[in-house]
């Protein structure tokens, strides 16, 4: 059955970061009784958890996205077209809670910013990349264009805005692919590229998810110019507590049902006004999206009341001074086997192979990323112990993954922007970044901008390790 | 000549042609495609659905019954209902500038009574091959797999920029008994998905050597 084989592979995936933690409770920090009985029963509900959520997402929001792609370019009509991938973008990021939360952060850096304007930015911002991403599809424009244009310009931009909205500027890149929306976005994309008849359509069935990332960032900068840095009191990241079961359930439920609600609604309409399914597509859908909701919820409490707490404490025993060979070491370990239980980067790998009619395996893509994430894991290390600027690390590495671009097969280039926004999801943002936040806190760094620094890393490592492994490819075979 | 087909669970296609290969094949070309599940129930829910890979090999004659072994021999270390494998003859066989003539063995082979099964092929619209597959499996198909593809569309279809719209397909292939096949194209026949102008179409061919691959076969 379906199911018991998504378990099977998720447990491959969950099990080395259980492994990892363990061995590290039996020598070098042992973790406090509690906090290894919570992470055991997290691992478990994040097993499940992204099981369910996986199956779900293969029949539930992958066709709907697809479908209603493939059925928009089939309606021949810019306007409609353009009107109608920007109110997505919009809408799924209004509802992500994720944006919510970044929005009342700047508050705090500036409270002469109205924090439902900057939603609604950084929802315009998605929405108009959506459209323009979508569009270039259809025009064929090359990719790698956009790219480069768009990320010199934000570089170019980030001059001019204050630091404190810099660092936001890159969270929301990261908060706005959430695991419902990424997932959607790039279905949505393979759907367009799809009805595209003519040659190397599936070459451009991806970079739609890369491209959106792009949108959030640029609208906060954008309006770190124009606002300023009036208050000058940091932003300390939530203290990570341990909240008990009863509290985290209801609080994971609301927020996945914020980003579910706007799927649901476009589902409605695109079967009502685009799609047309029969009736036995619309239960399967439908029985997908509930799974995709039940999974999520099991999968983020797992991640919140196991991993979190764990994390925590890890980061606090190892980033002792004495300590900090093994803590860049378990960094690079970390986050190693931590990508390959991220759930959008399940979703990424599993259609990349799919699109690819198989050549392009998904064991190969993890194991680039894989080798990325813990590159960028083990930098930030160096960085928590040694607390220099991040921008030695983010110019230089843009710098070099734009200029892979010239040498990379257009598909891979396309497919390392995408997993750029994807591998920064929920398990980076909790565990590891509570990892970090222990580890700076107990060797005397600054937690702010240390936690700032490693989800834009894991956001950029990916660009360099998956464009590489395109180069590589080049020699053993065409693409 | 023959062009052998195997169909098997996700990521063992590999394994097949390799197996193949050590038997004296020359290459394989691999598809992947979803199978359908054998309870209605969880087929609408969801949770029947499997990954599989659909292997091809085209087989010089004599060397077919032993890389047929290597296939059957290999799937019987997996689990049991691993796959199914059968074979089509091939008339014409171009390779680099070689080109391989093969006319006759189909008599040959027919009267060895290789030839119990048939498979047959409905292309549909992308959305409606399960439609399809339960109509065939209420007339006696026992199971199928679905491949993605996409129509060539029409001259006159064209132009949303330049670009061709091109429509989604998806091609259902059923392996039946012989005697089943009339029943399940007939059942298909009045579906929705195959009446309208350029919605579908289905076909039957015969095939021989079918094989049941895994554990318990014989």
């Avoid at chain 1, 922007?417 to 929920?426: R, T």
């Avoid at chain 2, 498979?119 to 065939?136: K, P, Q, S, Y």
Wanted: glycine share 10%.
């Amino acid at each position: 059955m379906a199911l018991i084989h998504k378990i099977k592979e998720t447990i491959v995936s969950v099990v080395p970061i259980m492994v990892l933690v363990l061995i590290l409770n039996f020598t070098a920090a042992p973790l406090s009784p509690l906090t290894l009985l919570r992470f055991l029963i997290g691992g478990i509900f994040t097993i499940l958890g992204l099981s369910l959520f996986l199956l779900g997402a293969d029949i539930g929001i992958i066709p709907i996205g697809e479908k209603g792609g493939a059925a928009l370019t089939r309606k021949k009509n810019l306007p409609l077209f353009l009107c109608v991938s920007f109110a997505i973008g919009f809408i799924i990021t209004f509802a992500e809670p994720d944006v919510q939360v970044l929005a009342q952060q700047v508050q705090i850096i500036n409270p002469a910013v109205n924090s439902t304007l900057l939603v609604v930015m950084i929802s315009i911002g998605v929405g108009l990349f959506v459209s323009i991403g979508l569009l270039r599809t259809v025009l064929q424009i090359p990719i790698k264009l956009f790219f480069l244009i768009f990320y010199v310009l934000l570089f170019a931009a980030a001059f001019f805005t204050p630091s404190d909205f810099l660092s936001i500027a890159f969270d929301a890149g990261g908060a706005t692919t959430g695991p419902m929306t990424v997932p959607f976005i790039l279905a949505l994309g393979m759907g367009v590229a799809a009805v595209r008849g003519g040659k190397n359509n599936h070459t451009d069935s991806f970079g739609l998810t890369g491209l959106v990332s792009i949108g959030p960032i640029i609208a906060v900068i954008i309006l770190g110019i124009i606002m300023g840095n009036s208050n000058s009191t940091t932003l300390i990241p939530e203290a990570a507590a341990n909240p008990v079961l009863g509290h985290i359930i209801p609080e994971v439920f609301v927020e996945v049902s914020k980003a579910l609600l706007p799927l649901i609604i476009l589902f409605i309409l695109f079967q009502l006004f685009l799609i047309k399914m029969p009736p036995k597509q619309i239960i399967r859908m439908s029985a997908g999206l509930i799974y995709s909701f039940l999974g999520l919820i099991l999968f983020l409490t797992g991640v919140k009341y196991g991993f979190m707490p764990a994390g925590t404490e890890l980061g606090a025993v190892l980033g002792k001074p004495e300590n900090a060979a093994l803590l860049i070491l378990v960094g690079a370990i970390m986050g190693a086997v931590v990508v390959c239980a991220e759930p959008a980067v399940w979703v990424l790998t599993h259609q990349v192979e799919h699109i690819s009619g198989g050549s392009i395996k998904r064991k190969t893509l993890l194991t680039a990323l894989a080798f990325g994430v813990s590159l960028s894991i083990a930098l930030s290390m160096i960085r928590v112990t040694h607390g220099f600027s991040i921008w030695f690390y983010l110019i230089p590495g843009y710098t070099l993954a734009l200029l892979l671009m010239v040498f990379c097969p257009k598909m891979y280039t396309a497919i390392a922007f995408d997993s750029g926004g994807v591998a920064s999801g929920p398990m980076t943002s909790t565990f590891i970044l509570s990892f970090t936040l222990g580890a700076s806190l107990a060797s005397g760094g600054n937690p702010v901008t240390d936690a700032f620094g490693v989800i834009a890393m894991v956001a950029m490592t990916p660009l360099i390790a998956i464009q590489i492994l395109g180069i590589l490819s080049i020699k053993r075979g065409k693409h | 000549m023959k062009i052998l087909t195997a169909i098997v669970p996700h990521n063992q296609g590999e394994l097949i042609a390799e197996a193949a290969r050590k038997a004296g094949a020359a290459g394989a070309t691999i598809q992947q495609g979803r199978g359908t599940a054998h309870n209605q129930i969880l087929q609408l829910l969801g949770l029947g659905d499997s990954e599989k890979d659909i292997v091809f090999i085209v087989v010089p004659l004599a060397s077919y019954p032993a890389i047929e072994k290597a296939i059957v021999d290999k799937s019987k270390l997996a689990k049991p209902h691993y796959g199914i494998l059968f074979s089509r003859h091939v008339h014409y066989f171009l390779k680099n500038t070689d080109v391989i003539f093969d006319q006759q063995i189909e008599e040959a082979d027919s009267m060895k009574n290789t030839n119990t099964h048939e498979l047959i092929t409905i292309i549909v619209n992308a959305g409606f091959a399960d439609d399809a597959m339960e109509a065939a499996r209420k007339a006696g198909a026992s199971g199928g797999t679905i491949l993605n593809g996409r129509g060539t569309g029409r001259a006159e279809d064209v132009s949303f920029f330049g670009i061709t719209i091109v429509p989604e397909k998806e091609v259902l292939l059923i392996l039946v008994e012989k005697g089943k096949s009339p029943a399940i194209l007939e059942a298909v026949k009045t579906l929705e998905s195959l009446t309208g102008p350029g919605t579908g179409i289905a076909y039957c061919t015969e095939v021989s050597d079918f094989v049941q691959l895994g554990k318990d076969t014989k």
